[in-house]
């Protein structure tokens, strides 16, 4: 069926962050926007250890105890010597496999952030300290121009064909042919598929047993204020539903600390849409198709109002590899005791994570511990390459993540994709008009799910979204299908699988590649989009043969040049984007993410004068426009 409505909505990029570095010596890059509190990693700290689990022998256990012990007494000695017992209001909160998120209960001013950080990250005892942010979701980018003729569907689930000689909607050069891969496989509901996103909302393309019993893992709620991220009356619970993401100046002026710096914005069904992209239901006679018809999905809330925060992304990675998180925390300041309730185990452990959030940083330690122990446990995450035309965001840029690029239907870079060496793979996420070459370019977003409420869950809408949030998904649901047919495939198998049967990405004699010179509507490389364009019938196919026992050879691709009278228009405007090269936003194409250059809190507190210069984007605050909402 067609669309019920057309669903136009100013969506902003809001890609934030902070890099931490893990060295000799522990350093904390320059934070922005409110922040609460730090998550410190001490060297050799014992492991958090469920209350009921698995029994230890007698000499383990001593063991252990001597572990905490000896744990306690390296707190005590942490918090003395960088005077803690002096400041009130602090406490300790269980993250990660042993890792404590150091809280106040207030936002620290940016002296207490420096102050607090350089004296943490001197100690001998710490291996890293992060500061604890809010990464806000990769909104998706929604085009503003009315239905064109030939986009009325889901183009983005079609073959790969087109040329030249045909008209603009009719170029699908850039798909991943999901409609030829499905003589393959649908996909099956033996692997899970983790979506960390918003939530979920209620709508009739979802309807049915493939959502699983997912979790709430926004924890920031304030009961006595009655306000916080997590914008459903509690902080983590075991309800995925998406209660609105909505901003409004109301909230800003009740409580500038926490949202002072957000965007005032109706609600996205960022979660909903995500969902959607990967499997809303075909074949039964209304709405649209996901692209894995057969996969569990199991939905994992992780962002609030303004995005979501570091700990909170960490620990639903976690528990949607069914590790131990903690649910709720006390008061207190005993790193060993201040978990009092733990979150029910995820029965159903996802093979696949897929993440559209990002902030634009340099991966950093908690995010990074946290996807090494996914990686060792055999699951795969995908991320989505950010929106900023600029340096790919985290957790896209860090190790052991199969970073996503976004492409135009017809195969060029997106004109708001970032790009760089992070990444490992591209395919289609809808092209806005945004950038000069818009309005001849654009290709009007993929059809999928969404919801018609400002603020609170409405009614479940069809409409069209682009963005690298929806690329990420795209690739997710492929990996699924790849493990229905090899469920024995770990995370490198199914990276070196997509990768191994990526078509080559398109060339032409008009477009120039992308950089910082040429950061909008570009030609991908190896270096600057991943290995490829996602082709979902090889990737079957690779995955098919493995299964067998069989040596994949990719097919002979044909050099696919594009020059059509579109593009040879837009050409003469001049580039799609100006140049970054040189400014504060440190838009390259190396995958560095952006961030402080690996300075430490000391060597960064000296020279805010110099931010310009040096490219320290964290330290700059853009005004909400029409172009950016603030970075948090």
């Not at 393959?184 to 979802?206: F, N």
């Not at 049915?208 to 920031?220: C, E, K």
């Not at 199991?298 to 700990?311: E, F, N, Q, T, Y």
């Not at 995450?381 to 017809?410: E, M, Q, T």
Request: aromatic share 6%; net charge neutral.
């Amino acid at each position: 069926m067609g669309m019920n409505t057309w669903q136009l909505r100013t969506a902003w990029l809001c890609i934030s962050g902070m890099a931490g570095t893990l060295g000799t010596t522990a350093a904390v890059a320059a934070p922005q926007g409110p922040v609460h509190g730090f998550i410190v990693q001490l060297r050799e700290a014992p492991v958090h250890r469920q209350p009921g689990a698995s029994a230890l022998s007698a000499a383990a256990q001593a063991q252990r105890q001597r572990a905490l012990v000896l744990d306690q007494q390296r707190w005590q000695q942490l918090t003395q010597g960088v005077g803690l017992n002096r400041a009130p209001g602090w406490r300790l909160q269980a993250v990660g496999a042993s890792a404590q998120r150091l809280t106040w209960s207030h936002a620290l001013t940016l002296q207490e952030q420096r102050i607090w950080g350089a004296r943490l990250a001197a100690r001998a005892e710490v291996a890293w300290v992060v500061p604890d942010t809010v990464e806000p979701s990769l909104q998706q980018v929604t085009p503003d121009d009315p239905l064109f003729a030939g986009t009325g569907g889901q183009w983005w689930l079609q073959p790969v064909s087109g040329s030249d000689q045909l008209p603009l909607d009719s170029r699908l050069r850039g798909v991943p042919g999901l409609q030829t891969a499905w003589s393959r496989s649908t996909g099956d509901a033996a692997p899970v598929l983790a979506v960390l996103d918003t939530g979920i909302t209620p709508h009739p393309d979802l309807a049915g047993s493939r959502l699983l019993p997912g979790f709430d893992m926004v924890a920031d709620w304030d009961g006595s204020a009655g306000r916080g991220y997590a914008n459903d009356g509690d902080g983590r619970d075991a309800d995925p539903s998406d209660p609105g993401d909505w901003v409004s100046s109301s909230d800003q002026t009740a409580d500038a600390g926490r949202y002072g710096d957000c965007a005032v914005q109706s609600s996205s069904w960022h979660g909903t849409t995500v969902t959607g992209i990967i499997a809303a239901t075909a074949g039964n006679g209304e709405g649209v198709a996901g692209a894995n018809w057969g996969v569990r999905i199991l939905p994992v809330r992780v962002a609030g109002k303004c995005g979501a925060s570091v700990s909170d992304i960490v620990d639903g990675m976690r528990w949607a590899a069914g590790l131990a998180v903690c649910q709720t925390w006390s008061n207190s300041q005993d790193p060993n005791g201040s978990c009092t309730r733990w979150a029910p185990t995820n029965p159903n452990p996802a093979r696949v994570v897929n993440i559209s959030f990002g902030g634009a940083a340099s991966c950093n330690a908690a995010y990074q511990s946290a996807i090494d122990e996914l990686w060792a446990k055999g699951i795969l995450v995908v991320a989505a390459g950010g929106n900023d035309h600029g340096a790919p965001s985290r957790p896209a840029n860090c190790n052991h993540v199969l970073g996503v690029a976004a492409l135009n239907r017809d195969g060029f870079k997106a004109n708001y994709s970032n790009f760089g060496s992070a990444l490992g793979l591209a395919t289609v996420g809808g092209d806005d008009t945004g950038g000069r070459w818009g309005s001849l370019l654009a290709d009007g977003g993929l059809l999928t799910l969404g919801n018609d409420g400002e603020t609170g869950a409405g009614q479940g809408v069809y409409n069209r979204h682009a963005g690298t949030s929806f690329a990420a998904p795209v690739v997710s649901a492929v990996a699924a299908q790849m493990l229905s047919l090899a469920p024995h495939l770990g995370p490198a198998d199914l990276v070196r699988g997509l990768q191994a049967s990526a078509r080559p990405h398109v060339q032409s004699a008009l477009m120039a590649a992308c950089s910082s010179d040429n950061p909008g509507r570009c030609l991908c490389t190896t270096g600057t989009c991943g290995a490829g364009i996602l082709d979902a019938d090889q990737a079957l196919r690779w995955a098919q043969l493995t299964a067998a026992g069989q040596t994949y050879q990719a097919p002979s691709w044909p050099q696919v040049m594009i020059d059509n009278s579109e593009l040879r228009a837009a050409v003469a405007l001049g580039p799609d984007r100006e140049s970054t090269a040189g400014n504060s936003g440190g838009s390259t194409a190396t995958g560095s993410g952006g961030g402080g250059g690996g300075l430490g809190w000391p060597e960064l507190a000296g020279m805010l004068v110099l931010a310009t210069g040096l490219g320290l984007r964290e330290w700059r605050r853009r005004p909400a426009s029409a172009a950016h909402r603030p970075r948090r």
